[in-house]
Each structure stands twice: as structure tokens, then as C-alpha cells.
């Protein structure tokens, strides 16, 4: 590649057309939050500047739960009777005291936010697959098909820390192979744990295959050293070139890490960036790896301390679904992360609490594959799938139901039953929430329609909000202490807020499904479920899925105020940004 051939994405068409599609996200999810508030002006909406002198005008439909549809076309920059070209840097500058983007976090953001663009000027590039032709798709071509990443989240591919090179080279929607590094960690300074039944031997001769692992062997001893003494740990190429080589310095040069090459299995990265799935024998594991890039809101690095609990909490997770008859009937399962490494820098944890990334720089978990559990006719594709729109508007989920052939109702209740349904009984019967947002579902789908769902990225993610749950210690970790009018939040805002307000827009807009019957059908299914466990009525009455309205829990907000660590992870529930209440699309059913 050529150093011109490097930006060939960043032309001016695409750049106005990147540009024009980040403003209008900004102002539909900044409407939403109530970061800014649209007047009504003729036809359409303005947004005003900061000085109140440059103006956005734009039509927009308004939908449940405070949506904005915004119709990227119809938006137009002026200032001083002149039409301004639209470009997203401007207005984040234009409109920073509106936003609150102190004079710290405004430069960092507007990086973000022009790597997102460069990203969406690399989409463009892309043959653009229509979604009648993407549904027929195989699991990884959908996966690097998506254009959007996060719908709520305007920064959503900042990736900082990625050169132009390595986007190309790592990137999920660049589809490009990667060869993991292998690094072999002395036992005194790393620990390799698993679920039950897995021994490290035997594990990793079958990820890595007998020659590979010889050949590993055989550059351990040829240095002097006993292969015995080391555990094996995979790392991606970037934090190789960028961090370990330079950050941990100390550690190679004194043996306690000794590089031994790349393994011989290609990889695809997936949506979340730093999970990769082995493309060259698609049912091994996936491995997931330590990244300190900033995307958004945090540092992707993994954390050695949280890897030592990570398979007991999935065997734990896993055993409960496996005894609960509702769970099992919804044909719920996670893919279970089944063994885990990490590495642990003695001088770096003694400089730092146990949040910071220097501790989250050197670790690696073990994913199964959903491939080995498919039954003929099945197919697999990410959640994050159905939000997806192709470049004519046409969605994922429209083109999955046109493709079953049944009513928009009766594909949705399947759809519901799959994956909303868990989530109700977990929450119910083991007050026991997900982050179950597109990229953290793999759906199994049958000629269109859902099967049944799959759960991942468990043990970093899920908790339990029952001071009084008897939990084994190895799972203690996950016990969260939410306040009690916050805890259904985890699914009025995940869900309904953060996944469910865009598919039920995209198909009440292709007129595929009225709003109205989308959020009747919602109802139902949550009926439907409440009246199979009737033992649950109180719990039922203590957390209404029917009431009138609940808190807006606004995520950009959260990324404006602090782009480098959105949350304090010490205090989850403490660093919502909670402004107003929406009204539950349910709640007249």
C-alpha cells in the first residue's frame, strides 16, 4: 500500500456524506437526551448554536419513547442568511456549552469523532450489500457488514490509538485476517484458570494444534528455559507493536515474558473490536484480548484480577439456565467463557488501584463458538443485525421477515419469546441483569426466523442486584448494590431505550410494523410471561414493566462529561445521568 493509497476512503464526497449522517445522529440522540431542544419552524425543527447565530434546520418524525427520526437530507447549516456546509467538528464547537464539552474533553472527543467519520468514509468504499441479499449471508459476513456500531452513541468508532494502517488491518468492517501473537509469561507473574472439566494442557494443544505448541516449546528451550515454567497467552498484534513492547520493557528483558511468534489460525475481529473469531476452524474458540485503545467511554483492556473468576462465573451462569424449566424452554444459552489467563505487572499494581488500565494490559479469555450448536437449516447472526439499515433504508429485521414469510407480529412474538423473555425471568426470579445490547447477542435464525438466543460476554457484564442472593465466593464479584427505583432500568434502558426504540422506528418507517402493534406485541410477550409465573406476582407489583413512565438514563451524556472512563466502575448505578422520564410504550396495553 501506497502512503496516498492509505486515505483513498477520505474524498470529498464521502466526507460531506459521513459528515451529513454523524449530524443528523447528533441531533436525533441529543434531542432524545435533552442535551438540545428542537423548536418547531415551518415544516420542520431548528437546533440553535451555542451564540444562538448558526441554525440546523431539519424534518423529523417523532416516535415512542421521545425518538427522533431525523431525515438526513432535509439538514441544512445557516448562519447570517448564508447555507453553511455541514461539518460535525464545527458543530460540536458550535454547540459545546449546550453539550457540556469542558475545554479538557472537547479536543479528545473531536478525535473521536473524526475517526468515527473516517470510519464511515471507509464503509462507504464498501460494496453496498442490500439486506435482501445480507440476510442470506454467512454469520461473519453479516457481522463485518454493519455500518452504524452503537445506535445510541454519536462518538461510536473512536478506536484512538489505531493509525490509519492498523484500522485497516483491525478493524471488524475491514474483514481482514489477523494472526494473534503468542507470548509465553513466567507462572510467577501469570495464572491460568478454567471451568470444570478443562485442563491447560490438553486445552491448548487444541486451540493451538500439536505443532504449533511444539514449535512454541522448542523456542522456549532453545533460549534456555524450561516450557514448564510458562503459560501461554495470546495478545493482539496492536498491543504487542504498541504497548507490551515499550510498557512492560522490564518484563522481556527479564525473561518473565519471552515472545514465541504468531499462531498459525486466522482470526476475524468481531463488532466489539479486541474478540476475534477463528476463521480457519470457525468451532474453536473465540479469544478475546487486552486492547488499550480508547472507544467509547473506556480503555478495551481486560483485567488479570477479573479474569481468575471469569469461567466460574460462567459454569455458575450457565448451571442456574440450565435448571430453570422457563429459561430452558426459550432455548436460551450463553457461550460460556471457558478458560482465561491474565498477566500481573507487580510495579504497575503497586502504582494503581485495581481500575486502572496499566492493570487491564496484558490478559486473554477463551469464548465458545455458537458454530458447534447449530441444527441443520440454522444460522447465526449478531442482534446488533436487526437495527441494521442498508444504503436504500431498508432494514435487516424488515428483510429477515420478509424472508419467513409470516405477519410482522408473529415474527416479532418469536423474536421476543427468544431474547426479551429471558431477560424478564432473570431479572424476576434471580434479580439477575445482562448488558444485552446488539453486539452481546448472537441470534439463531431458521429461513428468518429467531430460534432462540444466545448470550454473551458474561462475566464482565452481568449482576446481581439481591443484597440477599446466596452466591457461591468465586461469584461474589457480581453482587451490585442498586438502589430500588433503579434497578428496572436495566431493561426500560437497555432494552427498550437502547435497542427496541430503533427497531421499532425502522419498521414503523418502512411500513413494515406500526408502532403501536410493535410495543402491543412487547406487552403481550411481558403478559404472557407474568401470567406462566404466577408466583412471581409480587415481584411483579414491586418492579411494574407497566408503569406509566420511567427515567431517561442518557449514555451520551455520560461520554460529553467523560470520554475517557464514562462510568466509575465502583459505582455503576451512581453514574447514571438520569434527566426527566420517558413514557413507557407499554404502559397503555
Not at 501506497?2 to 454523524?22: C, F, G, I, M, Q
Not at 457461550?335 to 494490559?361: C, F, N, Q, W
Request: charged letters at 25%; proline letters at 5%.
Amino acid at each position: 500500500m501506497t502512503l496516498a493509497d492509505a486515505v483513498a476512503h477520505l474524498s470529498p464526497e464521502r466526507w460531506e456524506k459521513a459528515n451529513r449522517l454523524l449530524i443528523r445522529k447528533a441531533l436525533a440522540e441529543f434531542a432524545h437526551e435533552r442535551l438540545v431542544t428542537p423548536e418547531k419552524s415551518g415544516e420542520g425543527y431548528v437546533v440553535r448554536s451555542d451564540d444562538g447565530l448558526t441554525r440546523y434546520r431539519f424534518t423529523a418524525a417523532r416516535r415512542a419513547l421521545d425518538h427522533w427520526q431525523v431525515d438526513a437530507d432535509s439538514v441544512t447549516r445557516h448562519r447570517d442568511g448564508a447555507e453553511l456546509p455541514l461539518a460535525a467538528l464545527d458543530f460540536f464547537i458550535e454547540l459545546k456549552q449546550t453539550l457540556g464539552l469542558s475545554d479538557e474533553i472537547l479536543p479528545v472527543y473531536l478525535e473521536e469523532i473524526s475517526s468515527t467519520l473516517s470510519g464511515t468514509c471507509y464503509k462507504l468504499t464498501k460494496p453496498q450489500i442490500p439486506v435482501a441479499e445480507l440476510v442470506g449471508r454467512d454469520f461473519q459476513s453479516i457481522e463485518t457488514g454493519m455500518t452504524e456500531g452503537h445506535p445510541c452513541f454519536v462518538a461510536n468508532n473512536g478506536r484512538l490509538g489505531f493509525g490509519i494502517h492498523e484500522y485497516l488491518s483491525y478493524a471488524p468492517e475491514t474483514a481482514s485476517p489477523v494472526r494473534l501473537v503468542w507470548l509465553a509469561a513466567h507462572k510467577s507473574r501469570a495464572a491460568f484458570t478454567a471451568g470444570v472439566g478443562i485442563e491447560y494442557e490438553s486445552f491448548l494443544r487444541e486451540e493451538l494444534g500439536s505443532v504449533t505448541l511444539n514449535r512454541f516449546r522448542d523456542t522456549l528451550s532453545a533460549q534456555g528455559l524450561d516450557p514448564d515454567d510458562y503459560l501461554l497467552i495470546p495478545v493482539h498484534p496492536w498491543q504487542w507493536w504498541n504497548k507490551l513492547t515499550v510498557t512492560f520493557a522490564a518484563e522481556i528483558a527479564r525473561g518473565h515474558l519471552v515472545c514465541l511468534g504468531e499462531g498459525d489460525d486466522e482470526y476475524l475481529a468481531q463488532q466489539s473490536i479486541r474478540t476475534f473469531f477463528n476463521g480457519s476452524h470457525p468451532e474453536k474458540h473465540y479469544v478475546k484480548t487486552a486492547l488499550s485503545v480508547l472507544n467509547m467511554g473506556f480503555m478495551r483492556g481486560l483485567s488479570a484480577a477479573y479474569m481468575e473468576a471469569t469461567p466460574a462465573i460462567n459454569d455458575w451462569l450457565a448451571q442456574l439456565i440450565e435448571g430453570d424449566p422457563i429459561l430452558k424452554s426459550t432455548g436460551l444459552t450463553i457461550i460460556r467463557e471457558r478458560a482465561a489467563v491474565g498477566y500481573r505487572h507487580l510495579e504497575y499494581e503497586k502504582a494503581t488501584d485495581r481500575y486502572s488500565p496499566y492493570r487491564k494490559m496484558l490478559a486473554a479469555l477463551w469464548r465458545e463458538s455458537p458454530v458447534s450448536s447449530l441444527q441443520d437449516g440454522e444460522s447465526l447472526a449478531t442482534m446488533a443485525s436487526l437495527v441494521h439499515v442498508d444504503h436504500e433504508g431498508a432494514s435487516f429485521a424488515g428483510a429477515l421477515i420478509e424472508q419467513s414469510g409470516l405477519t410482522p407480529t408473529r415474527w416479532l412474538r418469536h423474536y421476543l419469546r427468544a431474547y426479551f423473555t429471558p431477560l424478564l425471568h432473570s431479572f424476576y426470579a434471580y434479580d439477575l441483569v445482562y448488558m444485552p445490547h446488539g453486539e452481546n447477542v448472537i441470534l439463531v435464525l431458521k429461513d428468518g426466523v429467531v430460534q432462540r438466543a444466545i448470550y454473551k460476554d458474561i462475566a464482565e457484564e452481568i449482576a446481581v442486584m439481591d443484597p440477599d442472593a446466596v452466591l457461591p465466593p468465586t461469584v461474589e464479584r457480581l453482587r451490585v448494590d442498586v438502589p430500588e427505583e433503579k434497578k428496572l432500568l436495566s431493561l426500560f434502558t437497555d432494552v427498550f431505550d437502547c435497542f427496541f426504540r430503533f427497531l421499532a422506528a425502522n419498521l414503523a418507517s418502512e411500513g413494515v410494523l406500526d408502532e403501536d402493534d410493535f410495543w402491543r406485541t412487547v406487552a403481550e410477550v411481558t403478559r404472557e410471561y407474568q401470567q406462566s409465573v404466577p408466583e412471581l406476582a409480587d415481584k411483579f407489583k414491586q418492579y411494574d414493566m407497566f408503569a406509566p413512565e420511567f427515567a431517561l438514563s442518557c449514555l451520551n451524556r455520560l461520554q460529553l462529561r467523560n470520554n475517557r472512563q464514562m462510568v466509575d466502575l465502583a459505582d455503576p448505578a451512581g453514574a447514571l445521568q438520569l434527566i426527566g422520564t420517558l413514557k413507557n410504550p407499554v404502559a397503555g396495553f
